[in-house]
């Protein structure tokens, strides 16, 4: 079975300075792996997406994330902070193929603040 | 194109209490899917669709029902509400040959007294 633990509930960050959020995975075979960003009151938008192909990924908005196998992560980063980050992440992983691609398994999300 | 649309955006319902949650696509995506979020457990999969006349479970499919009659409809039905339905319910699609790649409706925040 698969799964994802992020570290954290809630990240706060000063605006400007770097965005780590943590995500490990768990997984019998290669997975996927998935950032969305959830605005206050808004469905799930894409940040990136790895599906096996370059381990660093670029995503929307200035957001990149490195799959790493050996350490089973991939953290999401940011170089600066800007107050329009201020949401809430969710990793997520699938399998790689057949029709369970689409069954997305969600970690628990980390809150993101931003301080001026 | 409206992408993903989910009605109502809110409900609330007496225990007890029928009612079906609405979700449509116009992207012709063969693959459907609806979550429940709650707060500190992010999105679990409650039943899922690969194509019109299919459909299975997901995680926590008790307490609700699904059909898939077209391929841009995907109703969600609560037979029976009961309090620990209280959540928000999104419906996602993707397409046939990447269906990892969901699209998000706006959510359906449901209240069951």
């Known amino acids: 079975a698969q799964s994802v633990t992020q570290l954290g509930s809630h990240v706060s960050v000063s605006e400007g300075a770097l965005v780590l959020l943590r995500c490990n995975y768990s997984?019998?075979?290669?997975?996927?792996l998935f950032w969305y960003v959830q605005y206050p009151n808004q469905g799930l938008q894409l940040l990136l997406k790895?599906?096996?192909?370059?381990?660093l990924v670029k995503g929307i908005n200035g957001f990149e994330a490195e799959f790493k196998k050996s350490e089973t992560s991939f953290h999401l980063t940011k170089p600066s902070a800007h107050m329009s980050d201020a949401a809430e992440y969710f990793c997520?992983?699938?399998?790689?193929?057949?029709?369970?691609?689409?069954?997305?398994?969600f970690g628990k999300g980390t809150k993101l603040s931003v301080k001026p | 194109n409206a992408g993903v649309t989910q009605t109502p955006k809110f409900q609330v319902l007496k225990t007890g209490q029928s009612m079906t949650l609405q979700c449509a696509q116009d992207?012709?995506?063969?693959?459907m899917s609806w979550y429940r979020q709650d707060p500190g457990m992010g999105l679990r999969l409650i039943h899922y669709?690969?194509?019109?006349?299919?459909?299975d479970q997901g995680e926590v499919p008790n307490g609700y029902n699904v059909s898939r009659s077209t391929t841009e409809d995907f109703p969600l039905r609560l037979l029976s509400a009961a309090p620990s339905q209280t959540s928000v319910y999104f419906c996602?699609?993707?397409?046939?040959?990447?269906?990892?790649?969901?699209?998000f409706g706006p959510g359906t925040r449901l209240t069951v007294t």
């Open positions: 997984s019998s075979v290669p997975p996927y």
């Open positions: 997520a992983v699938t399998l790689p193929y057949g029709g369970s691609q689409g069954n997305l398994i």
């Open positions: 790895y599906t096996s192909a370059a381990t």
């Open positions: 996602a699609s993707s397409p046939r040959d990447i269906l990892y790649e969901q699209y």
């Open positions: 992207m012709n995506h063969e693959y």
């Open positions: 669709s690969v194509g019109a006349g299919i459909t």
